[in-house]
């Protein structure tokens, strides 16, 4: 294959790659960095995502999150590009971080042919997409064939999240504190979809029971598909509820791949301890 046709794909670390696919699919990763107690960590680096939840659940202060600084960006996308190749970053959406518009800074100043996309989610969610754009160029397709794939996939991806206590939310300032007081004094759950890179309230209740009801209807909603292509679960901390629904995916879909592990940094600071993400990518094609 030519080299020049290259196309060399990048994301940031709160994709939910596995380490086997970031080597198979030769996938770089800019990481965002995370404060826990005055110390800085980076994502990826020197900090795994069980390591930061046992820190985070036990830190003074709610941990802080920043994204990658555009001169890591401008680096990357230099190297990449250094023999010709042109770099797709896809990135997660602008609703939780400034991610990616520190790539689409970089991409003006970079010497190499870059081009950003808002993933408009993240998680393994995000990690559907990367892959898929990955596969793609491994074929030998023309950018605007890896993105047509990208964003195909997803238009058919789902990402619903329970969030269990509404810690993290209030003291990360996304809720009024008083707020916060009174719905966790009423055992409230929540159940939020990213979807076209908005954050909605699905479903609002108390107790574990509503959460549980919901992710059932949503189970109810995948069987009824016919090609389920990708399922992943990412939570903060374990729990019966995560058990159950991962016991009950893998019986309903065998074989479907299926990646179940801790989330990343960002987003556990975000979701708070008990949360879970369900998501999956079907094909109708």
């Known amino acids: 294959m030519d080299s020049m046709a290259n196309i060399k794909i990048v994301t940031d670390s709160s994709a939910g790659l596995t380490e086997e696919e970031i080597k198979q699919y030769d996938i770089t990763i800019i990481p965002l960095t995370v404060m826990i107690d005055d110390t800085i960590y980076v994502e990826h680096e020197n900090i795994t995502n069980d390591e930061f939840i046992d820190k985070m659940l036990t830190s003074k202060t709610l941990p802080k999150t920043s994204q990658p600084p555009v001169g890591k960006f401008v680096d990357v996308f230099n190297e990449l590009g250094a023999d010709g190749s042109q770099i797709l970053s896809i990135n997660m959406t602008e609703t939780i971080s400034g991610t990616v518009h520190s790539a689409e800074q970089a991409a003006t100043l970079s010497s190499s042919d870059v081009t950003v996309i808002d993933s408009q989610t993240t998680d393994r969610d995000l990690a559907f997409q990367v892959i898929a754009a990955a596969k793609k160029a491994q074929t030998g397709a023309d950018m605007q064939a890896v993105i047509a794939e990208t964003e195909f996939v997803r238009d058919h ?21 008083v707020a916060g007081a009174i ?21 609002k209740g108390r107790g574990n029971k509503s959460v549980k009801k919901f992710f059932q209807g949503v189970l ?4 009824s598909l016919e090609n389920i292509q990708q399922i992943g679960i990412s939570y903060v901390t374990e729990s019966e509820l995560i058990t159950e629904l991962v016991n009950q995916i893998k019986q309903a879909f065998p074989t479907v791949p299926f990646v179940f592990r801790k989330t990343t940094p960002i987003i556990a600071t975000h979701a708070g301890e008990g949360a879970f993400a369900l998501m999956y990518y079907n094909d109708p094609r």
């Open 220 to 223: 109810a909603d995948m069987q």
């Open 157 to 177: 991806s789902f990402l619903y999240m329970g969030v269990m206590t509404l810690d993290n939310i209030v003291k990360g300032g996304r809720l009024h504190p």
């Open 183 to 203: 719905t966790n004094f009423l055992n409230i759950k929540l159940v939020l979809e990213v979807t076209d890179g908005k954050i909605k309230i699905l479903s």
